[in-house]
């Protein structure tokens, strides 16, 4: 009887031992798959990059050279140049955007990406953008400086989107239209107040265009942070990328790339 009871649980004891000795080897499988990752990506010398292209200022074909540029192309190219590699793109429609990271057909996602509904299912890096919706009005305008002057005014908002909610909230008039060139048009003739839309976006565009008759007038809003995005388990890519994001914060690099293209450090 206490031979028996003694191979039992000798029986148990090996079962417990394969049990965890299976589980470390599965740690270790995953480990070593992140491992293969940024190993294969180092030999092959080329981060490839998902990114739309057409979505100025952020990544976008050069009206004059058609070269793929941009703030988000920019911060990319320089963060792999940074690791020894060579960004390499895929331009991708933002509705199949994600299916491609997870079909690997690129290893990171560099396209102004928020984490909303997608924290869990992806690694991000850390932040390398910061917006907050502004209002925009004419630049003689002083009855408009703060939300609470908002209510009772007209603005100009695609009625779709997450700005004409804000506006809504906030207790103006809304006028429906179809961007916000239209926007800035019926802004300077007159016929709105004001318009609610992305600082980026504006920034770029006062930049750009040259016009003088507009001005942001207040920020609102909550901070809309952008990160770059890769496959769940991406492991030491994404600490590498977090690397060189580093380095380029604390020289000033990340900083200036900002300016170049919206006139003020939006990185903070």
């Known amino acids: 009887m206490k031979k028996a009871f003694f191979a039992l649980c000798m029986m148990v004891s ?10 470390s080897d599965n740690g270790s499988k995953d480990n070593a798959k992140d491992s293969d990752l940024w190993a294969s990506i180092k030999e092959k010398g080329v981060l490839t990059v998902g990114t ?6 952020f990544t976008y074909h050069d009206k004059k ?24 793109f895929k331009e991708t429609q933002w509705d199949s955007m994600f299916a491609g990271l997870n079909s690997k057909r690129f290893d990171v996602i560099a396209n102004q990406v928020g984490k909303t509904d997608r924290e869990g299912k992806y690694d991000f890096s850390d932040k390398y ?19 609470a002057d908002v209510k009772g005014k007209t603005s100009a908002q695609s009625l779709t989107s997450n700005y004409n909610q804000l506006a809504e909230k906030a207790g103006a008039k809304v006028e429906g239209i179809e961007g916000m060139a239209q926007a800035f048009q019926l802004i300077q003739q007159g016929r709105v107040d004001m318009t609610y839309n992305d600082k980026l976006a504006v920034l770029n565009y006062l930049k750009t265009s040259g016009n003088k008759n507009l001005k942001i007038a ?9 990160f770059f995005a890769f496959r769940k388990g991406s492991g030491e890519l994404t600490d590498q990328v ?4 580093k380095e380029m914060k604390e020289d000033g690099t990340l900083s200036k790339i900002s300016k170049k293209w919206f006139g003020e450090d939006v990185t903070e």
Do not use: H
Request: glycine residues 6%.
């Open 14 to 23: 090996f079962a417990v031992l394969a049990a965890c000795g299976s589980s």
């Open 242 to 245: 977090n690397k060189a994001l």
């Open 129 to 147: 953008t910061t917006s907050n919706a502004v209002v925009v009005t004419k630049k003689n305008n002083k009855d408009i400086t703060s939300e």
């Open 52 to 57: 739309e292209g057409t979505y100025e200022p």
């Open 218 to 226: 207040f920020e609102t809003g909550d901070p809309q942070d952008t």
């Open 65 to 88: 050279t058609d070269k793929l540029t941009g703030y988000d192309v920019e911060v990319i190219t320089e963060a792999a140049k940074r690791l020894g590699l060579k960004a390499e």
